[in-house]
């Protein structure tokens, strides 16, 4: 997203001021303050989302077709390592964010090099594993 995007994203979901940052990336949801708002438990969506798959995806095709139930695993499972390899980091690279919490930054280089490392397409599958 060019920092316009941006912006306008930030604006959207945030009108009346900055969004505060956290100091890593994680996937917990909702935000703490939300959750204790709230009194629910904060979940790792990135953790729901994998068992969501294997029960909803996997087991409804592994028996009709286990070759491509394998093979389509395998394709979740990068996508789904890619984005927890991002998690426990810190990729915000400005310096405010820095000097708060005192984590260095990932280089830009390293985002790119996941796309390389990693899987990232994942086709659609139906009922029948096809």
Same mark, same amino acid.
């Given at each position: 997203?060019?920092?316009?995007?941006?912006?306008?994203?930030?604006?959207?979901?945030?009108?009346?001021?900055?969004?505060?940052?956290?100091?890593?990336?994680?996937?917990?949801?909702?935000?703490?303050?939300?959750?204790?708002?709230?009194?629910?438990?904060?979940?790792?969506?990135?953790?729901?989302?994998?068992?969501?798959?294997?029960?909803?995806?996997? *087991?409804? @095709?592994?028996?009709?077709?286990? #070759?491509?139930? /394998?093979?389509? &695993?395998?394709?979740?499972?990068?996508?789904?390592? +890619?984005?927890?390899?991002?998690?426990?980091?810190?990729?915000?690279?400005?310096?405010?964010?820095?000097?708060? *919490?005192? @984590?260095?930054?990932?280089?830009? #280089?390293?985002? /790119?090099?996941? &796309?390389?490392?990693?899987?990232?397409?994942?086709? +659609?599958?139906?009922?029948?594993?096809?």
């Amino acid at each position: 997203m060019s920092s316009t995007s941006t912006d306008i994203g930030v604006h959207v979901v945030k009108p009346h001021g900055q969004l505060e940052d956290i100091p890593v990336v994680d996937f917990m949801y909702p935000a703490d303050h939300i959750a204790k708002e709230f009194n629910i438990e904060q979940q790792d969506i990135l953790e729901y989302t994998k068992n969501w798959y294997i029960k909803n995806v996997y *087991y409804r @095709i592994k028996d009709k077709n286990p #070759k491509y139930a /394998r093979y389509h &695993l395998g394709k979740f499972m990068s996508l789904y390592n +890619f984005y927890k390899s991002f998690a426990g980091r810190n990729w915000n690279d400005n310096p405010d964010h820095i000097a708060k *919490y005192g @984590i260095p930054c990932e280089e830009r #280089k390293a985002r /790119r090099d996941r &796309l390389k490392e990693y899987g990232t397409y994942l086709a +659609f599958v139906d009922g029948e594993g096809e």
